[in-house]
């Protein structure tokens, strides 16, 4: 009975460890369980068919070290089409942060200088600098710099803004709005005129910025948007969904979520070509998620000094309340945490804490929610940090 005693006694240690690891197991499955629940009643109750203004889908990721997660609500085109967590979606401003990366990368590379003066790039009759921003009478188009573009410090005033945009795109349904045609219509709105302060004296939000921007990686990078794009960040992150609409044929087998201007259905009643630069491009929040982890861990540039230039301008505290915006990436502080993404028109956002290694993306593909969109973002960051 000793021997039987004493080859026993040294495995009792080993099997309360195998109950511990067990039961901890067991925990975590039914934390992520509850966890995984609570986050899809979330996207449930953001969905609102019915309203004036209707949300006919959600779709919502996040990634924590506590969980990585993705759900999806209501119907994709509005009818019968059952919404998924890959469904594509139309990004809007979100667009700004890759188009930011692409001038920042051309940086590096020497093509320019954030303090070069756009007149070394766009001195010519769709840009007209001379003409371009006026402001109490004078011309200041010349002083223009790539990093004023970058931070929305130009004093540019935004055409979209104009009440006659809308109706419009509304009675042009079908025109592709390429930068010829948009700057175009800048001037015809006398939107030249309309500038809020000379450059780099304030903060005015414009698309007309990244609009000029888009023009310049064209100018100095040799190839098209999309093809900058598509070469510098798509295919370098395997996002194989990814593409600027209107520009080039759709990537990826995920088929597009509808999104809406109230009833107006921006997928099959108008084309939106007129993001273009601003926010024209086409994703899934699994590679949104991708590209904003990749950028903030400082994958996407060859210096690091770089990355911090990028996101230290959001130091100087423009943007207002609800963030700050840096060269092309809003800052945000969120329950406490200190995230950095950007959001779009579409009421879809992407934030990503570095510090916590915790991210969300979201989208409600309606322009007009009323404040949703904030909840739900709040309520997403609460639920994963």
């Given at each position: 009975?000793?021997q ?53 889908n ?16 209501g ?38 200088n ?30 223009i ?11 540019i ?26 700057l175009e ?34 100018q ?42 109230s ?79 950007h ?35 709040q ?7």
């Open positions: 009975m000793k039987i005693k004493y080859i026993i006694i040294p495995f009792i240690p080993l099997l309360l460890a195998f109950i511990v690891m067990d039961c901890r197991s067991s925990e975590k499955q039914n934390d992520v369980q509850e966890l995984s629940e609570k986050l899809q009643a979330l996207v449930n109750g953001m969905i609102d068919a019915e309203s004036e203004d209707p949300i006919h959600a779709v919502l990721l996040v990634e924590s070290p506590r969980i990585k997660w993705k759900g999806a609500a119907m994709a085109d509005g009818k019968k089409e059952a919404m998924t967590p890959d469904h594509k979606i139309k990004i809007a401003s979100i667009g700004k942060t890759f188009t930011a990366t692409v001038v920042l990368q051309l940086m590096e590379e020497g093509y320019l954030l303090d070069d003066t756009i007149d070394a790039f766009l001195n010519n009759q769709i840009v007209k600098v001379d003409n371009l921003h006026i402001y109490n009478g004078i011309a200041y188009g010349r002083q710099t790539v990093e004023q573009l970058l931070s929305q410090t130009t004093g005033a935004d055409y979209m803004e104009d009440p006659r945009f809308i109706p419009d795109v509304i009675e042009h349904p079908k025109t592709i709005w390429n930068p010829v045609r948009i219509k800048y001037y015809e709105y006398q939107t030249n005129q309309k500038t809020t302060f000379r450059p780099g004296e304030g903060y005015n939000y414009s698309d007309v910025n990244y609009v000029l921007l888009a023009m310049i990686i064209e100095v990078g040799g190839s098209t948007l999309q093809e900058q794009y598509k070469t510098r960040i798509f295919d370098r992150l395997g996002m194989e969904n990814s593409y600027l609409e209107y520009y080039e044929e759709p990537r990826g087998d995920q088929p597009l979520s509808h999104a809406y201007f009833t107006l259905d921006l997928v099959d009643d108008i084309s939106t070509s007129f993001d273009w630069g601003g926010g024209g491009i086409v994703s899934t929040c699994e590679e949104l998620n991708t590209f904003f982890r990749a950028l903030l861990d400082g994958k996407l540039f060859s210096k690091k000094a770089t990355l911090k230039q990028m996101l230290s301008a959001a130091d100087k505290g423009r943007g207002g309340n609800d963030y700050a915006y840096g060269l092309g990436i809003m800052k945000r502080t969120i329950l406490g945490h200190i995230f950095y993404g959001g779009g028109a579409y009421d879809c956002d992407v934030f990503y804490c570095p510090k916590e290694n915790s991210s969300v993306c979201l989208s409600l593909n309606q322009m007009n929610t009323h404040g949703k969109r904030e909840k739900f973002l309520e997403a960051v609460n639920l994963i940090m």
